[in-house]
């Protein structure tokens, strides 16, 4: 019986349950429990695995009840998620530099004082540089890699670019500028004006290129 639910909440549950819960069997009263120890994960919400990350899938406790979980609070805790998991995890590298943000700051008429690490949750609990700071700092082992096909099947790759190595927010303005020069503008004239427009509109693509690229 042990056997059947850990292998039930293992293959059932997403994000990984290992490591989260223990299954042990006891006896009160001369009658044989089993009792499921849950610990509390850092890629909250949970769900099951058929249902999706929906009020279908997502349940809380209110009191001796079982309810399924409103939206909004699924979509709090999940932009929680990301941010929670990298701030604990120490980055892979300790030398840390951040000229690269220390510019950004300054273009926009802000100074990084020394206790910036600190300010910006760049730390973990115990004091080392986390994983976001090394994606923010000058030197790192992550890329973005942009890709141009010629048609809708990513078959005939006709362009592969690579950005990265360095400040997340410098290449995610790298990729932001060639994405600009990518989306061309058309013109149409009519018989009463020209008629410009890019192929996607710039506001919105901006807006999803950052979003899917930094998770901050």
Do not use: W
């Amino acid at each position: 019986m042990e056997d059947k639910i850990a292998d039930r909440i293992k293959n059932n549950i997403l994000p990984s349950t290992l490591g989260l819960f223990d299954i042990v069997t006891d006896a009160i009263d001369g009658i044989s429990v089993t009792k499921i120890i849950i610990s509390s994960g850092l890629e909250k919400p949970y769900y099951v695995k058929n249902k999706g990350m929906s009020p279908n899938g997502c349940f809380m406790r209110i009191g001796t009840s079982t309810q399924p979980m409103p939206t909004t609070l699924i979509d709090e805790l999940y932009s929680k998620r990301i941010h929670t998991t990298l701030r604990n995890i120490p980055a892979p590298r300790q030398d840390l530099t951040f000229a690269q943000l220390k510019i950004y700051y300054q273009e926009r008429g802000l100074e990084l004082n020394n206790r910036f690490a600190q300010s910006l949750e760049l730390l973990t609990p115990d004091g080392q540089y986390n994983y976001i700071a090394y994606l923010l700092a000058d030197e790192n082992g992550v890329s973005i890699k942009v890709a141009k096909y010629a048609g809708t099947d990513k078959v005939d790759l006709i362009e592969n670019e690579e950005y990265g190595y360095c400040s997340l927010i410098k290449a995610t303005n790298q990729v932001l500028e060639k994405m600009k020069v990518e989306n061309v503008t058309k013109a149409k004239v009519t018989s009463t004006k020209r008629i410009e427009k890019n192929l996607i509109e710039p506001v919105p693509l901006r807006e999803a290129l950052i979003n899917a690229i930094v998770p901050l």
